[in-house]
């Protein structure tokens, strides 16, 4: 199987390039997820997102959600592709596309491998406002505190404590 | 040992990494510990600071070799 289907990158996606590396004439069902930026954030405009990643590990991380997608569903054919640097507004930051015999495993599989990049791909988007910028920490909201004030107005006090 | 610092945490560190001195034998849930004396700022007390060796998550008591390939892991949000 072919395991160059992982892709980190600055460019441009092309979603038509990534699903054509999980067509074959044995699955009836390719399911392609394009994650697109957004630009608002609580009622403000967000001009633009930033994107980093570890990119070695988000490289294995990738791979082993390919991998448990695999396990899981039976299945060979995901192509993964995440974007990072500056992405402008409207644009496609994450690409997943799965194919499959059947429409329901490509369905289930893809809303799955989403789910999974979400949570272990050590990536990180930070949204820049007009006047401020935050990074995205949707599991842990005590990150907002900070995020809110320009860099070098951070909150000085809350968390300051010895162990 | 060389810690590296990704995103919020490296904004938070005003550096991309730090170089520390630990004891042998020394354990994940130490260097962070020490990291967060040095950075008291870094995360809140209730956050747990997650930590990958190796390009893998680490465990609390994962015992830290020198050449490790240390990192500290803010919330995740990739998508």
């Known amino acids: ?163 | 040992m060389v810690v590296r610092f990704f995103a919020l945490y490296r904004e938070r560190a005003g550096a991309n990494t730090h170089q520390l001195e630990l004891p042998e034998g020394a354990t994940v849930a130490d260097l962070t510990s020490e990291m967060r004396r040095l950075f008291p700022r870094l995360a809140p007390p209730e956050v747990d600071i997650v930590v990958a060796v190796n390009t893998d998550y680490a465990e609390p008591d994962t015992v830290l070799k020198n050449g490790d390939d240390i990192c500290l892991i803010p919330p995740v949000s990739g998508g």
């Open chain 1, 1 to 163: 199987m072919a395991e160059s289907m992982i892709e980190l990158t600055h460019d441009t996606l092309d979603p038509e390039k990534i699903t054509a590396q999980v067509r074959r004439d044995s699955n009836g069902a390719v399911v392609t997820f394009l994650g697109n930026t957004r630009n608002n954030f609580e009622g403000k405009q967000v001009l633009r997102l930033e994107y980093e990643a570890y990119e070695e590990m988000a490289l294995k991380k990738l791979g082993e959600v390919r991998d448990e997608l695999r396990a899981q569903f039976g299945l060979e054919d995901i192509a993964i592709a995440h974007r990072i640097g500056t992405v402008p507004i409207g644009e496609t930051s994450l690409v997943v596309a799965v194919a499959s015999p059947h429409r329901k495993d490509a369905f289930e599989a893809c809303q799955a491998a989403v789910d999974r990049i979400k949570e272990i791909v050590p990536i990180w988007k930070k949204e820049v406002f007009e006047d401020s910028s935050r990074w995205v920490a949707c599991e842990d909201h005590e990150f907002d505190s900070h995020q809110h004030n320009p860099p070098g107005e951070a909150a000085e006090s809350a968390h300051t404590h010895q162990l």
